[in-house]
């Protein structure tokens, strides 16, 4: 009883009366104690869900949620009288009439420690909230051992520990208002399981906004902050419990004058009835945009912009309460999925079926739309999952997908370059090439095996052909004779040029097949390639966020795309206006939309019909499609998916013509785009001032004896009379194996300055 009546009359002395009205040394040595526990109370920012939002309409729409604490703070404003009342009324209905702690309270809950028992209730808000922040810290920690720890700090059922609450409450009331303090203690009070604060309770327990809460619902949710384990009424079981709580709470309100006679009847003859209303977490609830929000998930998780390492950017989606505005255009998507949906199944009886299609802004590296043929799900089952085939293996993709001949691109771009022309007509054979053929960063590649390169079409395909022609049909043989008159690390090079890189990492192969797409990349990189050409040659790199506001209203700085000039505007000119012969008359004639927008691109298909792709753009936007297996090989032109309406049929291989169109069509109603292109400069078509001839493309002269050169001294004869020159095929002849037999156009013959003669040296 001695130690009772110090702690008691040092609570009076402090809470109630000054220090010095008191007398004795116990008292004054009592009062001491007290005065020596802490005073300054550090509250960190609340736990809060990080939200993700695309757009529809032009509004901002949640697309996902993510958290460990379920929890919104709200402002004052949001706080009702009915919520306050209800507070008041379940937890200390004197709060605005004593200070931060109640005197009469303390005393019972020491008795009742000293006689064995658990502290019991009669904490003032003020302390409870007290006791609120110390779990909320302790819950903050990264261990398990160190959070059960603090927590265990937080609840110790000890006088000490109340001793401790109660010193801080009282400070916290110098410091701050009631109702500050009220409104802390709504925001950060526990709900049940993982949800936290008025505003997350009202949400998930009734469907509404703490705002919006009736009296009877109020009453409900406040009634479960005394054991949130057997009064939150997501658990009919609890029902009955929370009832008598809440009739409880809304006795005392009646009594107190919070209600009126009338208000209290309704409420009590009310029953509880919840609207339980999940939370959109994760990114299996965003629904089509399930692979782009994890797409940007993953670039949270790899970017120093949200945290200086990856522990605290996976602790700061969790909790941060960022709102995170992303690129994507949800009603796009859900046209997009709508195309997907028509003409790729989710599966197949006859091989692993998967599809791809991603969408980007050219100039801006926005990402548009990104969809698949599978459902987001981790759930097992062959509709569903959940790697990300649009993207690189860092951001939630594959290891990564063969792109065939889209990957020609850098090639023709190469040739460009170096001063070689778009007429200019090379050997397009099918054949089998030793590796010292070809330039491997400046030396012959001696480390590569003989590459035997076909062509789709067999030799229906082989002899002559421009660049425009190979281009346009996807030619084989003629992007290898290419490739020999180039070096192949400057091709890689191109490629990296334009952000092409390997989905896994690294640095793309630079070996003769490389030419022909053998590299492993994501469909995201190739379509931020294609964007370059159709921005005259400038690359901007992908981005998903537009925007990220903190919890305080502040903004994150975010990751930007940053755009690089990757080639000369010319030479992306002159290859868009091969890439267009694509679409006119080769392997994608039937691919243009009917909105009469002037759209080039590229068509690609690997070893086996594993693989096909189709990238196409706009002045506006760039839609990269692949269509293959996911797990194994199979030949797609030999398995039907469905009819493909663009006039190519059934087979599994066409499907990525109607994928593309039916996307892109969607895209071009939004965006637009310009429906004329500028024409390459004449050089670029017929030879120009790269060359040590006249400056005149019109200009005519005779092409030169070069008969019986080695193949260096033809070129340097070809370029010193003005002509760019290629190599076509080994002809048979008497002259020694690699002297120059002829030339097309003839020797002797007139032809204008700057094209490009082909020479054929001797087999031998």
């Not at 506001?549 to 000039?565: E, F, I, Y």
Request: hydrophobic share 35%; aromatic share 8%.
């Amino acid at each position: 009883m001695i130690a009772v009546a110090v702690i008691a009359g040092v609570m009076v002395a402090v809470a109630v009366t000054p220090a010095i009205a008191l007398t004795g040394t116990t008292a004054k040595n009592g009062i001491g104690l007290f005065e020596d526990l802490p005073t300054d109370l550090k509250i960190a920012p609340l736990d809060q869900k990080t939200k993700i939002y695309a757009k529809s309409g032009g509004k901002d729409v949640l697309l996902a949620s993510f958290y460990t604490q379920d929890r919104e703070v709200i402002p004052w404003s949001d706080i009702t009288p009915t919520v306050k009342n209800a507070t008041l009324a379940a937890e200390d209905v004197r709060f605005y009439s004593h200070g931060g702690v109640d005197p009469t309270g303390i005393l019972r809950a020491t008795v009742a420690d000293l006689l064995g028992r658990n502290v019991q209730g009669a904490s003032t808000i003020t302390q409870q909230y007290v006791k609120n922040v110390c779990v909320q810290e302790a819950e903050q920690l990264h261990t398990t051992a160190e959070v059960q720890k603090a927590y265990n700090v937080c609840v110790d059922p000890s006088v000490g520990r109340k001793l401790r609450e109660a010193r801080l409450a009282i400070a916290l009331e110098k410091k701050y208002t009631k109702d500050q303090i009220l409104l802390g203690y709504l925001n950060i009070a526990p709900f049940g399981g993982r949800v936290y604060g008025i505003q997350s309770a009202a949400q998930y327990y009734y469907g509404v906004d703490a705002k919006k809460l009736s009296v009877a619902q109020a009453a409900s949710l406040l009634a479960m902050v005394n054991n949130p384990n057997v009064l939150r009424i997501d658990d009919k079981a609890n029902i009955g419990p929370n009832t008598i709580r809440r009739n409880y709470i809304l006795g005392n309100e009646l009594n107190h004058r919070l209600i009126t006679q009338t208000q209290y009847y309704a409420a009590v003859n009310t029953p509880v009835k919840p609207n339980i209303t999940e939370p959109k977490t994760g990114c299996q609830a965003a629904g089509v945009a399930g692979y782009f929000c994890d797409y940007v998930v993953n670039t949270v998780l790899n970017s120093k912009a949200f945290g200086k390492d990856q522990d605290t950017r996976y602790a700061n989606l969790q909790s941060a309460g960022w709102k995170i505005y992303t690129t994507l255009d949800l009603d796009l998507e859900k046209k997009a999925q709508t195309v997907m949906n028509t003409y790729i199944p989710k599966h197949s009886n006859v091989f692993d079926v998967g599809s791809a299609a991603i969408s980007v802004e050219v100039g801006t590296g926005r990402i548009v739309t990104m969809v698949q043929n599978k459902n987001y799900d981790s759930n097992a089952g062959r509709d569903n999952l959940t790697v990300n085939l649009n993207t690189d293996f860092a951001y939630g993709g594959s290891s990564g997908l063969q792109p065939g001949s889209t990957y020609k691109l850098f090639t023709l771009v190469d040739w460009l370059k170096t001063g070689h022309t778009l007429n200019a007509e090379v050997n397009s054979d099918q054949r089998t090439i030793p590796a010292t053929d070809f330039t491997q960063c400046g030396r012959p590649d001696t480390v590569d095996k003989p590459w035997s390169v076909g062509n789709d079409e067999g030799t229906s395909e082989n002899g002559l052909h421009s660049v425009t022609q190979a281009t346009a049909m996807s030619i084989n043989g003629a992007f290898a004779t290419m490739g020999e008159q180039l070096d192949l690390c400057d091709i890689r090079k191109t490629a990296e040029s334009f952000d092409v890189h390997p989905a896994k990492g690294g640095r793309l192969e630079d070996n003769p097949s490389s030419i022909i797409g053998t590299n492993y990349v994501s469909p995201l990189s190739m379509a931020t390639a294609y964007a370059g050409i159709a921005n005259n040659g400038r690359t901007c790199t992908p981005v998903a966020i537009d925007k990220v506001v903190k919890a305080d209203g502040s903004t994150l700085p975010v990751p930007k795309s940053t755009c690089r000039q990757s080639v000369d505007p010319q030479v992306a000119i002159a290859a868009a206006y091969a890439l267009r012969a694509v679409m006119q008359s080769g392997t994608a004639s039937g691919d243009n939309t009917s909105d009469g927008l002037y759209e080039f691109g590229k068509t690609g298909t690997t070893d086996g019909n594993a693989n096909t792709w189709m990238i196409g753009t706009t002045s506006k936007v760039t839609t990269a499609v692949w269509v293959g297996n996911i797990t194994g090989y199979q030949d797609l032109r030999q398995t039907d998916l469905g009819y493909c309406p663009a006039g190519y049929g059934s087979r599994a291989a066409v499907q990525r013509h109607c994928l593309w169109k039916g996307i892109q069509t969607a895209v071009n109603k939004v965006y637009g785009g310009a429906t004329t292109w500028p024409q390459p400069e004449s050089k670029y078509l017929y030879g120009g001032s790269s060359f040590s001839a006249p400056d005149t493309a019109t200009a005519t002269g005779t092409v030169p004896n070069v008969q019986g050169m080695s193949k260096s001294a033809a070129e340097q004869a070809l370029v010193s009379a003005g002509y760019a020159w290629a190599i076509g095929a080994p002809v048979s002849s008497s002259l020694p194996a690699g002297e120059i037999v002829s030339t097309s156009p003839a020797i002797g013959s007139s032809a204008p300055q700057h094209t490009e003669v082909t020479i054929f040296p001797s087999s031998g």
